[in-house]
T-cell receptor
């Protein structure tokens, strides 16, 4: 079974600053994907960024980037130029890739990020 | 517009009663999922279905049941056997592309 650990229950950052959210995972699988999801107060789940395990290059989406360390099983999210709208719960998630996996997501417990003016 | 519809948004039930949460999608996705969200627990998988008339238990299936009679629909029944049913429930669907998992707006179930 895969486990996803987010060690920071809460974090705070000032507007325009940079913040990094940590995520580690444990798996024996070789083919998988990693994701960061954002859940604002509306509770709608929004995909922030994804990383294919077979890719060495770290994924980037505008102000969001990841630091994927496969050997260390680490997958941190960096948010640059933080905005008030980034205030949300952030979940790290793992997906096994392959037959009979169902493409279900295995989530961490989340990090609550507060962006302050 | 394509998407996933969960209804109702808020649901109240008395302890001991079964309750069914609705999830409908018009995205033509084969796979559908149910997750439960509790404060400080993240999202945990209850059941998932990859095709019609087939479904598998997730990590916390006890006290829940599902059906998948149509591709578009994946209702979740919370039975009286579920010891702590009060939670936020999210339905999702996907195709084979892992980045294309869509979530519904969720149903907040409160059992009193």
């Amino acid at each position: 079974a895969q486990t996803v650990t987010q060690s920071q229950p809460e974090m705070s950052v000032q507007e325009a600053e940079t913040v990094t959210l940590s995520c580690t995972y444990d798996t024996s699988e070789s083919n998988y994907y990693l994701f960061w999801y954002k859940q604002p107060p509306s509770r709608q789940m929004i995909l922030v960024i994804r990383q294919e395990a077979y890719k060495q290059q770290n994924a980037t989406e505008n102000r969001f980037s990841v630091n994927f360390q496969k050997a260390a099983k680490s997958f941190s999210l960096k948010i640059s130029d933080s905005q008030l709208g980034d205030t949300a719960m952030y979940f790290c998630a793992f997906m096994k890739w392959g037959s009979n996996s169902g493409y279900a997501l295995n989530f961490g417990k989340g990090t609550s990020l507060l962006v302050t003016p | 517009d394509g998407g996933i519809t969960q209804s109702p948004k808020y649901l109240f039930r008395k302890e001991g009663q079964n309750v069914t949460l609705s999830c409908e999608q018009n995205l033509n996705h084969d796979a559908m999922y149910w997750y439960r969200q509790d404060p400080g627990q993240g999202l945990r998988l209850i059941y998932y279905s990859q095709i019609v008339n087939d479904f598998q238990k997730g990590d916390i299936a006890e006290g829940y049941s599902v059906s998948r009679e149509k591709k578009e629909s994946f209702p979740l029944t919370v039975t009286s056997a579920q010891k702590n049913p009060t939670a936020f429930y999210l339905c999702a669907s996907s195709i084979t592309d892992p980045s294309r998992t869509f979530f519904g707006q969720g149903t907040r179930l409160t059992v009193v």
